[in-house]
């Protein structure tokens, strides 16, 4: 090409701007507690905020209490979830018990509030099988392998479209981290391709493990990623409970009526360690970076609203927490009270038939527990 | 009754599970107008709608989570993988979910997966649709791997594995599809999931087989009964588990074994079945554990495949070294 002369093609344009139909995150209460769409504020009764409000401290307490039996040797593996209440809250609260979560580690929360117990929840992180025998059906086990969960939801869609199940949908969650895998190209593009419904969430919350957010994709955000396969997709301020939950509704509504699946990134911050198994933030991120998440705090900020409205108080915080506290003390000693398991019962639920030489294995630890 | 190829019979156990559980689904690359790149699903789109055979966007672990999610919202679903050597796409798919999810539900929830898949050497494919990849598998607790070597097993297996409420790999021989041709019922007929089968009694020396090898014991059993020297030749039909009481049976008549793969000689089903033998039966055998596979070296290249595969001419002189021993 001679010099000067007019390229066909702008690639620097198009990269400049390809994320701008993106960028523009969804937000009802901003970072100071102040109330930026009063309209759709208004969708909600007081009632219904208090409710949020409960249960973003029932997560934050949960969390806590969680940490303490971590501390003292009572869990084993677990996720901490400081930080993600409304992005956690705000999109379960969306969904109706018939609708199928495929959760990640990082969910316990929200399959409690799906139908299963804080004790099943504990039982799961202790590692006993009991964790993964739900009250509601509706629910996979939390998914270790990042990506799993996703390819697997093209599946529950495409069930729930074949079954012809109306008012019935999959979502699904995983981290920022997660979009780097193939599994989450596949599932929300066969999703996508049988137009299945389901609703995606990528809970971005800056940070797999020590790997920063940037250093995961050149994408400017995750939600663009999207268009690729055909999915409409939004960004949403993930602080803010009462944006999360209407977008995700809005989503849910959108997938259920057969109009294909929809992916939503929410922008939040995990407060804490990605385990408790070890891992020390300070040892990949400042606090300079920190402070600005924890002052945008998704409690601080509807804290500030409802007491503004005259509909919260410190003191019915206060016990709120304390009562929580006892539930998951209650809930802890229900696990601690599960049975014991047999190796004998996992090699029976090793195969629906056992095969002659599991049968053996059977027999020869039934001997051993029988002692 | 009819003459039927090992592909047509396949196709006939496809379609009377298709014709009689309303919630059998095929689906995979190719598998729908096209019925597959071998034509083992031809018609069946037809047949029975777009909505139980269905083509998926090329991506195998997908359509492992597909299978997966299908299960969990009722379905009994049967993926194909178009070739074994695209089933590393979907490892995760199938060792780290599939095979462990009736586990994990402590036995409440079933994941009645058939992924059918074909391999085998000695038709020139291009690479990594050849090779014998059952080694892999058969280390899954959780999941049953089954192979048929003729048209008979090949109906009666695939409608086992379809029923069966375990997980269940099946490996269709590429070598078999065509080449030949048995009686097989048109009725909807069972081969057990966890039995091999004696194809050939002999009294002298036991040849335990799967897949394109059993032809190849029994041409080479052809060839030791000129010397008078009878040979029992075992079809292991299922790889996981093994059926070792039919070998035993045979080895307390025979006294001698030689155990036959076309895959790698390295860790895999012919060394479990060897360790098995050596293990139960080795005050009954009076010579060594003989061993016919294939060597140590990655799949070859097409042009050297032949020579690389074990043939009845291995096997013949496997069988002559322990007979003499």
Known sequence: MANGSKQIVDFAKIKATMADPYKHPVQVINGDGKVVDPDTLAKYSDDQLVDFMKKMVWERTLHEQTMNFSRQGRLGFYAPTAGEEASEMGSVTAFKEQDFLLPAYRDLPQMIQHGTTVAKGFLWSKGHVEGNQHENPNMMFPQIIIGAQYVETAGVALGIQKNGDKDRVAFVYTGDGGTSQGDWYEGVNFTSAYQAPAVFFVQNNGWAISVPRKKQTAAETLAQKAVAMGVPSVQVDGMDIVAVHEVAKEAREFAAAGNGPVVIETLTYRYGAHSSAGDDPSRYRTKEEEKPWFDADPLIRMRKVLTDKGIWSQDQEDKLVEEYKDEFKDAMKEAEAAPAQKVSDFLKWTYNVPTPAVKKQIAEFEAKESK | ?325
């Open chain 2, 1 to 325: 009754m009819a003459k039927m190829t090992y592909i047509k019979a396949i196709t006939s156990g496809l379609d009377q599970v298709l014709a009689d559980d309303p919630k059998t689904l095929i689906f995979g690359e190719d598998v729908g107008k096209n019925g597959g790149v071998f034509r083992t699903t031809v018609d069946l789109q037809d047949k029975y709608g777009e909505d139980r055979v269905f083509d998926t966007p090329l991506a195998e672990s997908g359509i492992l989570g597909l299978a997966i999610g299908l299960s969990l919202t009722g379905w009994r679903p049967i993926p194909e993988i178009q070739f074994m050597g695209f089933t590393f796409e979907a490892m995760d798919g199938i060792v780290g979910q599939l095979a462990r999810d009736h586990y994990r539900f402590g036995g409440q929830k079933n994941f009645p997966v058939t992924i059918r898949t074909p391999f085998g050497g000695g038709t020139h494919t291009a690479e990594m649709h050849a090779d014998n990849l059952e080694n892999y598998f058969v280390s899954t607790p959780g999941l049953r791997v089954v192979t048929p070597a003729n048209p008979y097993d090949a109906k009666g297996l695939v409608i086992s594995a379809i029923e069966s409420d375990d997980p269940v790999l099946f490996m269709e021989n590429l070598k078999l599809y065509r080449s030949m041709k048995d009686e097989v019922p048109d009725d909807k007929y069972t081969v057990p999931l966890d039995s091999a089968k004696v194809v050939r009694e002999g009294t002298d020396i036991t040849l335990v087989a799967y897949s394109a090898e059993v032809n190849e014991a029994l041409t080479a059993a052809d060839a030791l009964a000129k010397d008078n020297i009878s040979a029992e030749v075992i079809d292991l039909r299922s790889l996981s588990p093994i059926d070792t009481d039919t070998i035993y049976a045979s080895i307390d008549k025979t006294h001698k074994v030689v155990v036959i793969q076309e895959a790698q000689r390295m860790a895999g089903v012919g060394a479990v079945v060897a360790s098995d033998i050596a293990e139960d039966k080795i005050m009954s055998l009076d010579a060594p554990i003989g061993r016919v596979a294939a060597p140590d070296s990655v799949y070859p290249f097409a042009q050297a495949e032949n020579d690389w595969i074990p043939n009845s001419d291995d096997i013949e002189a496997k069988a002559r070294e322990i007979f003499n021993y």
